[in-house]
């Protein structure tokens, strides 16, 4: 748990070298080293765009029409931030439990999300490198190239997605922008028609599940050397879990354990948050870094996501999942596994868990109830918290007695794993990059780390020409030498 | 419309899809939405709302090959950056673009894609608008609004008679 590399002795004396922005994740990154005359590394940075536009954005507003405007905030992991602020917003319109119909319908959304982004994040973002080698031309590192040449997988990756977002059409009323949930409960009940559309397909959709278990499982165990140490540091992590420790992505207390698995703190109702979590502000970055108040700023960051979620929880509640989670377990040695590459393989697990779950919540007949909302004592603050796909998300609203929102404060997953992105480059730098001449192929492997954690950088505007990628090689005297740029 | 059945890649839409693709709260990249709202409305005036369906998307991702299944004509609608005109309409062809992302797909690649699930592909256009801010909360500039009229008037020719949206094309 080293800040190495984070800040050079002497960077006035450095060439810089700028990955910008970060290929194939969401929104913008850019990732700047920091070499000398041998090439050998001294700082290396990845910085993200923030959403504190975004929290300003919201201010004001009406509370009622925030789980809607906070879906612009992604269009890879909208369901995410709808839900969270749905939950949130809860509070202030005094629904302290919500009826078994609309508690189902916001759960069956949120697995048909989760299932959608993991296939995405998998089979589009991350299969290219894991098919083809970190070193392959990028052409075919790109989507297209997996089309072309696995066309099985490619096509799995397709429909496993949209079937997710058909979870998601159903539920939210719309295939984007949907509106299901509302403070208090949901606004669209589930007919039978779109339940039987549903159950028609669900079976296939576990069997390729278990399929994408399968292959990454045995694409880690292929290449073990690699797999267990390609930009491995130890952390604490954090998720969290449901009734019993079962693994749960939508509702729960914080649990959170050390890098042994020793736990930091377990139990803690997320409306405490402040409590335990703090964020620290750099000089050099727009993004915050949390870390736990109780082990402080050098010890305490974290990281999120799968591979925290599948290990910081006792059991995973649906019976093909959790043998993949023990054979993980097992494979692990008993202690917990820190490779940030072993975040595929907890993906996929957590899809197949989310393929089983709205299997078992599309046989479930509340979920055609039509007692969809409820309320009580108004509040004026609320704080709502999920897992979505990349991690932990806090969405945390103070609203005035005009029902205008006055406060918010967001900490998305890629938040929650800032340090922890930073800390996977700057192995994979000094692993890799150290002493070399620099290649595109090596430039790969820092965008194969960052990717291993899936991070969302805010759904910066797409237009076509917006999103080129340039690498810079800067000398000491701030003249650029070389410079790619593509897109 | 109903869920397909995985690994059926038979369409059942209407013969022309129109993809409006943007985020409606970042300034010009709203032209998407903005123009799918317009056309929702005109499509009913005209009559035409049973022959053409309108997708709304964040962005282009690779399921939305599946929504090129079946169709006669296919055209994409986006904000662009530096588009040598405010408004462009050009025919497209499948290929493999050399991008570094897949969070959004050009267009190109989604046929690419569809081609290689084995499916026949219909003749498809880009309708590029220029849009000229991306700011956070912003509204549509005045300058892509009158883009965004020029495109109007452009796609209300083409999907009226979809037969000629070759010969409005660029170079057509």
Redesign the interface.
């Known amino acids: 748990m080293s800040y190495q590399l984070e800040t050079a002795a002497h960077p006035e004396s450095l060439r810089r070298v700028a990955i910008d922005p970060v290929s194939r994740v969401e929104g913008h990154g850019k990732v700047t080293l920091l070499l000398d005359e041998q090439n050998k590394v001294h700082q290396v940075r990845l910085h993200i765009v923030e959403f504190r536009g975004f929290e300003k954005f919201i201010q004001g507003r009406p509370y009622w029409e925030v789980p809607v405007m906070v879906q612009r905030l992604c269009g890879i992991c909208p369901v995410s931030h709808h839900l969270a602020a749905a939950k949130a917003l809860d509070q202030v319109v005094g629904a302290r439990q919500l009826t078994p119909a609309a508690e189902k319908l916001r759960r069956l959304m949120h697995y048909g999300q989760m299932l959608q982004s993991h296939a995405l994040h998998f089979f589009h973002l991350c299969s290219p490198d894991l098919l083809f080698g970190f070193d392959s031309e990028v052409t075919r590192r790109n989507i297209v190239g997996v089309a072309r040449e696995h066309p099985e997988i490619a096509k799995r990756g397709v429909l496993l997605r949209k079937f997710g977002q058909e979870v998601i059409r159903v539920t939210s009323g719309k295939r984007v922008h949907g509106t299901g949930a509302v403070p208090g409960g949901v606004n669209k009940a589930l007919t039978v028609a779109e339940r039987d559309e549903l159950l028609r397909d669900i079976y296939q959709i576990i069997a390729w599940s278990r399929d994408a278990v399968h292959l990454i499982q045995k694409v880690h165990m292929q290449d073990p050397g690699l797999y267990n140490s390609f930009g491995i540091f130890r952390s604490n992590f954090m998720s969290l879990v449901g009734h019993n420790g079962d693994l749960d992505f939508y509702h729960g207390t914080l649990r959170a354990r050390d890098d042994n698995g020793k736990a930091i703190f377990d139990g803690v109702d997320y409306c405490q948050y402040e409590r335990y979590i703090e964020e620290e502000v750099k000089p050099w970055s727009y993004m915050k870094f949390p870390y736990f108040r109780a082990l402080g700023k050098e010890h305490g960051w974290y990281k999120v996501g799968p591979l925290a979620r599948v290990q910081n929880c006792d059991q995973i509640p649906t019976p093909f999942a959790e043998r993949e989670r023990k054979e993980f377990v097992d494979y692990a040695g008993g202690s917990p596994l820190h490779a940030p590459l072993a975040y595929h393989w907890t993906r996929m697990i957590e899809m197949l868990h989310a393929a089983e779950t709205i299997k078992d919540l599309l046989h479930d007949d509340d979920l055609l109830a039509d007692n969809l909302l409820v309320e009580g004592e108004r509040a004026f603050e609320g704080v709502g918290v999920i897992e979505a796909p990349r991690g932990t998300l806090f969405h945390h609203y103070r609203v005035d007695e005009n029902d205008l929102v006055t406060m918010a404060n967001l900490i998305v997953s890629t938040t929650n794993n800032n340090q922890a992105m930073n800390e996977a480059i700057r192995h994979v730098a000094r692993r890799y990059l150290h002493g070399r001449e620099i290649t595109e192929g090596l430039l790969n492997h820092i965008e194969v780390a960052i990717r291993a954690f899936d991070p969302c950088l805010s759904c910066a505007t797409h237009a076509l020409g917006k999103m080129p990628l340039e690498v810079e090689l800067i000398d000491a005297a701030g003249e650029r030498l070389h410079a790619l740029a593509r897109g | 419309m109903?869920?397909?059945?995985?690994?059926d890649l038979a369409g059942d839409g209407a013969p022309v899809v129109v993809f409006c693709?943007?985020?409606?709260?970042?300034?010009?990249?709203a032209l998407g939405p903005h123009i799918h709202g317009q056309l929702e409305n005109w499509l009913k005036s005209a009559g035409l709302d049973a022959t053409v369906e309108l997708?709304?998307?964040?962005?282009l991702?690779?399921?939305h090959?599946?929504d090129l299944a079946g169709r006669q004509l296919a055209i994409f609608v986006?904000?662009?950056?530096?588009?040598p005109a405010p408004v462009v309409f050009r025919r497209l062809a499948a290929s493999?673009?050399?991008?570094?992302?897949?969070?959004?797909?050009?267009p190109e690649?989604v046929l690419?894609?569809a081609l290689?699930?084995g499916m026949p592909l219909p003749p498809a256009y880009?309708l590029?608008v220029r849009?000229e801010s991306?700011a956070?909360?912003e509204p549509l500039s005045p300058a892509a609004r009158t883009s965004a009229a020029m495109a109007m008037q452009l796609l209300k020719n083409v999907l009226e008679a979809p037969e000629s949206a070759g010969h409005l094309a660029a170079g057509g």
């Open positions: 109903p869920a397909k059945h995985p690994g693709i943007g985020n409606p709260s970042r300034g010009d990249d997708i709304e998307d964040f962005q991702q690779i399921e090959a599946l986006d904000a662009g950056v530096e588009t493999t673009v050399a991008t570094h992302s897949t969070h959004a797909l050009p690649s690419q894609v290689q699930m880009v590029c849009g991306f956070l909360g």
